[in-house]
């Protein structure tokens, strides 16, 4: 085996340390600098994505890093917001309870059926997608342009929307798996 099939997990790995500096210079409002540090993030993660893909280099610890990384960047920088008073407290823990119910979804339906193959379903890459057009649009309306209240109220609603159907789809799936699979046995 190559060494250089490593190289995504430590894009990786960089992405997710960069997640501090991130943070704090949102919370200090250097906008502009947070978010040429997002941008390279958002590049980096598409290029891990690229090089596993076009190379194989498909490892079980970028399985479990790459999503790491997106939660721990949408969470923080929801976190941030939320403490800064940009985003109301009900969609930051509507978006951590989600991932939350996911994680102990995930442990359970691990303990039931002793198998657990994590593939993301289409609503909750519609859900990130929002998430991040969310925190786009209001770091944008925070430190660059203010955008129409109602603008960020519709966009806040939306993701509200998709976390709240995207939650509820887990729950279904994994219950039904999980009621199916027990079938069998």
């Known amino acids: ?7 995504p997990n430590l894009i990786t790995i960089t992405r997710i340390l960069s997640v501090v500096p991130v943070a704090w210079l949102l919370w200090i409002g250097s906008y502009q600098a947070a978010l040429v540090l997002l ?7 598409g290029l891990d994505g690229y090089l ?4 194989q280099w498909f490892t079980p610890l970028g399985a479990l890093l ?3 990384a997106d939660k721990l960047f949408i969470v923080t920088i929801m976190l941030v917001f939320g403490f800064k008073g940009f985003l109301p407290w009900w969609i930051v823990w509507l978006i951590f309870g ?9 442990m359970v339906y691990r303990w039931v059926t002793g198998a657990l193959e994590m593939k993301p379903l289409f609503i909750s890459k519609v859900n990130t997608a929002l998430q991040l057009i969310l925190l786009a649009a209001t770091l944008l309306h925070v430190g660059f342009y203010t955008l129409p209240q109602r603008v960020m109220d519709n966009l806040e609603l939306l993701v509200a929307a998709s976390t709240i159907v995207s939650g509820a789809a887990y ?3 994994w219950s039904y798996y999980a009621f199916a699979n ?3 046995v």
Do not use: N, T, W
Request: without cysteine; glycine residues 6%; positive net charge.
């Open 1 to 7: 085996m190559s060494a250089l099939k490593y190289i």
């Open 39 to 45: 941008v390279l993030a958002g590049l980096s993660d």
């Open 52 to 55: 596993a893909r076009r190379y």
């Open 66 to 68: 790459d999503p790491l």
């Open 98 to 106: 989600r991932d939350v119910l996911i994680i102990v979804g995930a």
């Open 171 to 173: 729950v279904f799936f």
């Open 182 to 184: 027990k079938e069998r």
